[in-house]
Each structure stands twice: as structure tokens, then as C-alpha cells.
């Protein structure tokens, strides 16, 4: 991680060799998309001049924070391995929030060009959602400014519009209520709801920054929403099936005063902003976890969506989050802004020194168990927005730090980016690579990779020139602590680990017993083993 510790002299020597090595264990981020100003699909260039020429249009103040992807299956068009030549058609959608004056459009579409430096922005859903008016004003048809969206597996858009301009001046001032809109892209962007935030939820320096969506049901009618109010320190959970939201204020939720200093790139800016990052971890036991953390932080916290689910124990204001909100013993380096979850627990976050880190969930929190996966101080100045899309992670940068002070940046240099990097790639070789699979099913737990476990332990290990090949089943007994009411169970996994040598074939049994809490895996060892040899029956490929 950075910045870099070392004593005892060494020093550029030291320094640069402990940069190679940090790169070298580091994944890969393509920029996709990049710009050095923002700009947009103008009617005419006319258009565009007048826009400029009054005001309206101010590129170096228009900056790119999120990011999100979707693709159109809605034709069929899904067959990419069986022959067929057509691929489902990508939609890539940013957020441009209103910070500062000269902004036309709060969200938009990506417009690929020749190059990924030539891209333009298509309002969306049009440029008369964008527009605001300055006689004549429909709140409810009009999109004010958005920090971050959602885009569920549905084809659900998810859009937290705050409703106030010009964040990063004094001229600040309200234009609409914060609403939340849903739009349908599998239905033409259809708009499938519009909710206004009740007055008694925002107070006077209210921001809804990000939202997570998590979907209970196969047609999501049962689905809550998770929105960040950062500077106010409170999250609002929104009931999609009720069309109702709740307040919920949490100790948590608050900055740490220590660190609301940043240095990003050598520009140094105070920011007491709270609850920011927000991951939805996999399925367990019909619940899940939210995890989350304040950007004036360096640690980590969850709670279980169930209990924020609970509209009646949050309808008197701050309880008390003990045993219920959970927080790491141990810190990051360094602030962090946005995060991601991937469905097998392998949280992905952003940090402020320019670089991407994991943690697997099954492991605790620790310095142990976080691993810094890429860095680019170029390319990854002060990132905002992150997602998941398939087996691909899509992050912003954004240079943000640089319009926190009137520092001047040079006009001809790349201001935004959008980048793209594939999760396996990023993670491999790291401690986050467990390839553990959580099914919300049957409940049970599948352990997909015996790497640092049984084939380890043996020594008859395989090695890269040896096919090998496993046969496994299951079982899960679990049992309830009635003090704590933590759910307890004992994982137990069966089978035969084989190796067909042409030399000497050999077959190994285990009997592998782990202990689970709250659907987190306690301990990996594997008991009872026993060696035996015998002729194996030479097929290729895992048994299953």
C-alpha cells in the first residue's frame, strides 16, 4: 500500500523497488472511456456555442462520478457462445451531478466515437428531463442532479435525484425535493415509479449520494433500496412493494474527525462527510448484509438487511447499535470512497491514495486479509463511482480533488475516465480468491478450491503436470446459540481427491470439517484424513 513505510535507509532505491513490486502484484484496468472536458450531444453546434456563450454550458465544471451498464437482451439477442455473431446491445450510463454552475444534464448515456477519447453524452432520457427551467418548473418530470444510480438485475434504473445545485459553492440552493426515480430498459425507459422523500427525512444539508437495491424475489416486486444521506449521517431504506421509507440514524452512519483530512495527487482539502460506501453482501438464510462506511473513515461496518428492513424499530430516532451494527476491529490505510461486493463475498473498495484493495468476507477484517489489487496515480486520481457488471468491474476517476480548491489543472490533459478490468484478473493471486459459492437454496456451502486446504496438506500433491480430479458431497448441521442468537453451523465435506498419473495413480479420502457463524466460514482445517492408494479409472476434468 501507499504511501510506502521502510526505515533503516534504503531510500530511492528502496522506494522504487517496493513500487515495482507493489505494480507487479497488482491487476489491470482498461480506460474504456475518457475525457479531457465533458460534453454533449447539442442539437446543432450553434446550440452548443449559445449554451456556452450564456452560461449553461461550462465543460471544466461538468464532472463525470458514476458509472453503470446494461445490456439489452430483451430481443434474445443473448447468444454470444452458440454460434451467433450478434451481441446483446451495451448501454453505458454516468452521472454528471450538478456541483458547480454550467451543467446541462445530470445523467446520460454513453455515445461511443472513433476513439475512447472521443465519446459524447446523450441526456437521458432526453434533454427536456435535463432542462431546468427557469420560469416554468415540473418537479416531478424534471431530473435536477444525480451523484450515483443503480441498475438492478431486472433492467430497473435506479435514479436518487437530490434536488439541490451547486454543492461545491456557496451559491447552493434547493430546486426540488430529493426523489427517487425507476425507470424500465427493458420497456423503452419506461418510468415504472416516481417517489418523493418525505420532508421529515431530509434535513436542511441532506445528500443522497449512493443507493444499493436489493432484490427479494424472482419479480421484484418485493425489493428495498439502501440510500446514503452523507452529510446528514443517516441511511433511508426504501419499501418498493409498500412505496414507503424510513429514516434510520446510526453512530455509524458519522464521519471520524481525524480523518477529514485528504491529500490526493498534493492537494490537501478538509471533508467531514459520513456514510458513503455501500456493498450488499450474497444471500444467506433468506437475509443478507449491507456493508458500509463513512468517507471521513478508515474502517468498516455492516449490518444485516433484515433489521433495516424493520420499519417499527426505527420509528424513534437513534437506538442503540450494539450487537445489531457490527464495525471492524482494524482500519485501511486510508480513506475510501465507494465499494463493491461480488456474489461469492469478495468486497471490492476504492481508495484515496489512487488505488483498488479486496477483502474476502469469510476472513475478519484485518491488514492480514486486505490486499491493494491496482494502482495508478494517473489514471485513478480520486475514483467515485464503482460496479459490478458480470464477471467485469467498472470504476470512475475523476479528478474530483480538484475541484475542492481553485487549484488550475492543465486544459489539455485527461480530467475523466471510465475503467474496466475483469475481477478474476484483479483478485488472482491474492488471499480474496476463495472461490467459495453461497446457495440461498439449500444453505449450504460449496467449497469450490482446495487451494491452501487439502491438496496442500497432502503429500501427494498434485502438481501443474498431473491431471487431477475430486468427487465430493455435502452435508450442513447446524444448530442455534440461544444467548446470542447468532446462527452456528458445522460444515462437513466428503468425497475423493484423485490423481491419474500414468506412474502410480492415487486416491486420497477427506473428511473436511468447518465451523460457520452467520454464514461466516470460522476455520478451514480438515480432520480425520486418511491415505490410501488405488487404481483410478483415467477421466479428465472435475467430478461432480
Not at 446550440?47 to 461550462?58: N, Q
Not at 430481443?75 to 451467433?84: A, Q, T
Not at 426515480?181 to 445528500?207: A, G, M
Request: glycine share 6%.
Amino acid at each position: 500500500m501507499v504511501p510506502y513505510r521502510y526505515c533503516c535507509g534504503g531510500g530511492l532505491i528502496s522506494t522504487l523497488m517496493m513500487t515495482v513490486l507493489a505494480n507487479a502484484a497488482a491487476g489491470m484496468m482498461k480506460v474504456e472511456y475518457s475525457w479531457v472536458f465533458v460534453d454533449y450531444t447539442f442539437a446543432s453546434p450553434n446550440h452548443r456555442e449559445s449554451a456556452i456563450k450564456s452560461g449553461k454550458f461550462i465543460p471544466e465544471n461538468c464532472v463525470i462520478l458514476d458509472v453503470d451498464t446494461f445490456y439489452d437482451t430483451s430481443d434474445g439477442k443473448l447468444l454470444l457462445n452458440m454460434g451467433s455473431n450478434t451481441a446483446p446491445k451495451q448501454r453505458v450510463f454516468v452521472t454528471i451531478p450538478r456541483i458547480k454552475p454550467g451543467n446541462p444534464a445530470s445523467i446520460a448515456e454513453i455515445v461511443p466515437g472513433d476513439s475512447p477519447k472521443s465519446v459524447l453524452l446523450a441526456p437521458y432520457p432526453n434533454w427536456k428531463a435535463n432542462t431546468i427551467s427557469e420560469n416554468k418548473l415540473n418537479c416531478d418530470d424534471t431530473i435536477v442532479s444525480v451523484f450515483r444510480t443503480k441498475i438492478d438485475h431486472l433492467g430497473r434504473f435506479w435514479v436518487v435525484d437530490v434536488g439541490t445545485v451547486n454543492q461545491f459553492e456557496n451559491t447552493i440552493h434547493s430546486v426540488c425535493p430529493p426523489k427517487l426515480l425507476i425507470f424500465d430498459l427493458k420497456n423503452n425507459d419506461r418510468v415504472i415509479k416516481t417517489y418523493q422523500f418525505l420532508s421529515s427525512h431530509v434535513k436542511e444539508n441532506s445528500l443522497f449520494t449512493n443507493i444499493e437495491v436489493d432484490v427479494r424475489d424472482s419479480n421484484g416486486r418485493n425489493t428495498f433500496a439502501y440510500i446514503s444521506d452523507t452529510t446528514a449521517f443517516k441511511l433511508i431504506v426504501y419499501d418498493f412493494k409498500n412505496d414507503d421509507s424510513w429514516i434510520i440514524d446510526q453512530a455509524y452512519f458519522y464521519p471520524f474527525p481525524n480523518k477529514a483530512h485528504f491529500k490526493i495527487n498534493g492537494v490537501n482539502f478538509d471533508l467531514m462527510d459520513g456514510l458513503l460506501g455501500l456493498a450488499l453482501g450474497p444471500k444467506i438464510q433468506n437475509d443478507r448484509k449491507l456493508y458500509f462506511h463513512a468517507f471521513a473513515s478508515i474502517r468498516e461496518s455492516w449490518v444485516y438487511t433484515n433489521t433495516l428492513q424493520n420499519k417499527s424499530l426505527f420509528q424513534n430516532g437513534l437506538i442503540d447499535g450494539s450487537g445489531t451494527f457490527f464495525l471492524s476491529s482494524e482500519v485501511r490505510e486510508t480513506q475510501s470512497s465507494v465499494e463493491v461486493m461480488t456474489n461469492s463475498g469478495v468486497l471490492i473498495y476504492a481508495s484515496m491514495d489512487n488505488s483498488l484493495s479486496c477483502w474476502n468476507s469469510q476472513d475478519p477484517f484485518t491488514s492480514k486479509y486486505t490486499h491493494m489489487i491496482y494502482k495508478n496515480d494517473e489514471d485513478f486520481q480520486f475514483p467515485t463511482g464503482m460496479k459490478i457488471v458480470g464477471d467485469k468491474l467498472w470504476a470512475v476517476s475523476c479528478q474530483l480533488q480538484n475541484h475542492f480548491t481553485t487549484m488550475v489543472t492543465n486544459r489539455k490533459s485527461i480530467k475523466c475516465r471510465v475503467l474496466v478490468g475483469r475481477i478474476d484478473d484483479l483478485i488472482r493471486r491474492t488471499g480474496c480468491n476463495k472461490r467459495t459459492m453461497f446457495n440461498d437454496y439449500n444453505d449450504e456451502v460449496l467449497v469450490d478450491s482446495f487451494d491452501n486446504n487439502i491438496l496442500h496438506e497432502w503429500p501427494g500433491v498434485p502438481t501443474d503436470t498431473e491431471p487431477w480430479s475430486y468427487s465430493r458431497m455435502s452435508r450442513v448441521f447446524e444448530n442455534k446459540n440461544g444467548i446470542k442468537q447468532s446462527l452456528v453451523k458445522s460444515l462437513v465435506l466428503t468425497g475423493n481427491v484423485n490423481v491419474h498419473s500414468h506412474s502410480k495413480p492415487k486416491s486420497r479420502s477427506y473428511d473436511c470439517r468447518m465451523n460457520m457463524i452467520n454464514g461466516q466460514l470460522k476455520s478451514h482445517d480438515c480432520l480425520g484424513k486418511s491415505h490410501r492408494k488405488s487404481r483410478v479409472r483415467r477421466r479428465s476434468g472435475p467430478l461432480r
